[in-house]
């Protein structure tokens, strides 16, 4: 499974932003998510969906300003990012797993190449 992340870029905060994530390899039935690294910190959870879309987690911080989604026909996931802030400021990373990616733990089978998202204030 090969991951590739795009759409990062420098914002204003209040702003948004749309990631992508595509997938290729086989992907049929993965959970998919979004984690992210802070300048000096842990790499932390930030969203997953289910291979179906109907079950989707988030970290506490982004509920309601984030929306993760896919589609499984181009193998993309997406995380759209609203009222962004600059503790948002980190590289975000796609991920996948052979299951839902549980927000409890920072772990997954598959690893793409992180985006860079920096939020100005």
């Known amino acids: 499974v090969q991951l590739q992340a795009s759409g990062g870029g420098l914002v204003q905060a209040g702003g948004s932003l749309r990631l992508s994530c595509a997938a290729s390899g086989r992907t049929f039935g993965y959970g998919m998510g979004w984690f992210r690294q802070a300048p000096g910190k842990e790499r932390e959870f930030v969203a997953s969906?289910?291979?179906?879309?109907?079950?989707?987690y988030y970290a506490d911080s982004v509920k309601g300003r984030f929306t993760i989604s896919r589609d499984n026909v181009k193998n993309m996931v997406y995380l759209q990012m609203n009222s962004l802030k600059p503790e948002d400021t980190a590289v975000y990373y796609c991920?996948?797993?052979?299951?839902?990616?549980?927000?409890?733990?920072?772990?997954?089978?598959?690893w793409g190449q992180g985006t860079l998202v920096t939020v100005s204030s």
């Open positions: 991920a996948a797993d052979t299951r839902i990616i549980p927000k409890e733990k920072v772990a997954a089978a598959y």
């Open positions: 969906i289910s291979w179906s879309g109907s079950a989707t």
